[in-house]
């Protein structure tokens, strides 16, 4: 086969779209002003963001005034959990989280333990999904916020946040979901999920990178974050990142546009992958759930080789996929969220994740899974002469 290009890590990252990027350069040009200044110039780069706010909002159901923008999806998450957490300190300094988090949350509950909070990290179940029991019996007078991701960037599992967000409000504790893999790839409505805060990025829905928002339910009292001039509501200072907003709105109409055809197109990807990997090559085993999952992830466990060998000879193929998740694909500490889930450690080295996106085609998995029938049938070669020579 002729070497080709297959990018397959769109869970960590997607190319900005074409019409993203036309809608973005001329806000770094001719219209380059500062949104709160009060001549022409700036008004309309203070209007372009209005209508960025409106696409974004629309993607999830909310309103446009219940958008702030961010500089990252884990700038949101830090914002949503240490603003509700200090503010909250007389209730109780009690937070509820996952063991699957990704480390935007899972960092900012360590951080939050050196302040004096306590952390509780809630398990799940072999298929990732939460353990609701667990989470109603970890629930205290002292807890002020629970957060829960709405699905999961390793294994691509969807929780059940509408059921999850019912138990919070029940008990009258903030809820947060870190909804960065979700955006684009479910229908989201924050007004059925009934969350208070939501987490988003640009970057994984063909918007550019340095750019998220964060929901913030009208008449929920979440902090300033970013001290300064009156941006955002007065409540995230800084001049905004315009050309990135206008990115963020363009690539948040195009994922409503697209939303029914995308989960259609992914999903059939993802199934055709999953089953031709099953049947060409033996001793494989899918991560997660294949129910309740997002259409463009595959999270795959090849048994007796290592993951990040695997990477290497695929890149070499010139096939982009990541071992865990992209953050600890440089270190060898075995992924939490397959540890969570019940995965061997062993099984874990041996464990990749494939992510198609908008420009992956047939032919990119066939290609791929030609590479991967040669590779791990090499790499298991390798790995049986090295274990039975004693090494
Ligand atoms: C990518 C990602 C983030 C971080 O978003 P950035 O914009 O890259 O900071 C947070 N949570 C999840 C689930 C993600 O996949």
Redesign the pocket.
Known sequence: MEKRQVYLDY???TPVKKEVLDAMIPYFTEHFGNPSSLYTQGQEAKHAIDIAREQVAALIGAEPREIFFTG????A?NWAIIETALANQKKGKHIITSTI??H??LHTGDYLETLGFEVTYIGVDSDGFIKLDELEAAIRPDTTIISI?Y???EIGTIEPIEKIAAIAKKHGIAFHT?A??ALGNLHIDVKKLGVDLL?M????IYGP??V?ALYIRKGYQLPTHIHGGGQENRKRAGTENLAGIVGFGKAAELARENLVEHIEQERHLRDYFIEQVLQQIDDVQVNGSLESRLPGNVNITFKYIEGEALLLFLDMKGIAISTGSACSSASLTPSHVLTAIGVPVEQIHGSIRVSIGDFTTKEDLDYTIEALKESVAKLRNISSVSSSSGW
């Open positions: 869970g960590a990252t990252t999806g884990s700038e998450d988090e990704h935007a949350i991701m699905a999961n960037n870190d960065v893999q987490s990025s640009a970057h994984k990178k340095g998220g």
